[in-house]
């Protein structure tokens, strides 16, 4: 990320992928990103993202590309 942690040539990457269905129905995608560097962290860095599904395409707008 621009202006996150520093990481050098020696560092690792690990990212999980959950879904999850909750009690109310609900469908939730959590990505989660481990990141090792032993030259610039002293504990691995974790971060997580957490999406909702939704139940119809409301959000759903899609539009052709065009190139100028």
């Not at 040539?9 to 469908?27: K, Q, W």
């Not at 560097?37 to 590309?65: I, M, V």
């Amino acid at each position: 990320r621009r202006n996150g942690v520093p990481y050098s040539a020696n560092a690792v990457m690990t990212e999980f992928f959950d879904r999850l269905d909750v009690p109310n129905g609900d469908a939730l995608l959590v990505v989660t990103a481990e990141i090792v560097d032993p030259e610039f962290l002293a504990t691995p860095y974790w971060t997580s993202t957490q999406f909702k599904r939704q139940n119809d395409q409301s959000g759903w707008a899609p539009t052709p590309c065009a190139s100028r």
